[in-house]
């Protein structure tokens, strides 16, 4: 019974290392994407806008400009540009994904794989052995037989 429980630990481990480190990942791109654009250093050009057909009110309604003045012998803030930066934000989701799969199975077998004997069934879909039946034998057996999932759990 400790086992399992300290199997589960260990893959709570790798689980919450994995996300958490995605987390951080995310904000430091996401933020630093935002900053490189205040500070000009984002070298993605915007695309191109059409107002031929917009009536001139709304052209001239959007249209802001802002001067900055720095006070003398202030040094302009150079911000640092990482090419991470550049990346859609469509890519905001399954960056952070992939982050979180990689990192969380290299801790969680730096940590110390489980004993799939020891697992608890009911955590593995019904579908697992249906999911490998177009792979070649050996690889079918070892998932339907020699894996023996769930065989020495213990319920608590």
């Known amino acids: 019974m400790d086992r399992d429980i300290d199997d589960q630990r260990l893959f709570f481990q790798g689980a919450f290392t994995g996300a958490f480190s995605a987390l951080i990942f995310t ?51 150079e911000f640092p540009h990482v090419p991470i930066y ?14 979180t799969i990689v990192v969380g199975t290299v801790v969680s077998f730096l940590t110390g794989p489980q004993d799939p004997k020891t697992l608890n069934p009911k955590l593995i879909s019904p579908a697992l052995g249906g999911l490998f039946s177009f792979w070649p034998r050996k690889i079918r057996d070892f998932f339907n037989k020699d894996l023996q999932i769930g065989i020495n759990y ?3």
């Not at 550049?86 to 982050?99: D, K, L, N, R, T």
């Open 154 to 156: 213990v319920s608590t």
């Open 27 to 77: 904000m430091w791109f996401g933020f630093g994407q935002t900053f490189a654009r205040n500070f000009g250093t984002y070298s993605v050009p915007p695309r191109a806008t059409i107002t031929d057909l917009c009536p001139v009110e709304f052209v001239n309604a959007t249209t802001t400009t802002t001067t900055t003045t720095l006070a003398p012998g202030v040094e302009p803030y």
């Open 86 to 99: 550049e990346v859609s934000y469509m890519w905001f989701s399954a960056i952070p994904c992939m982050w």
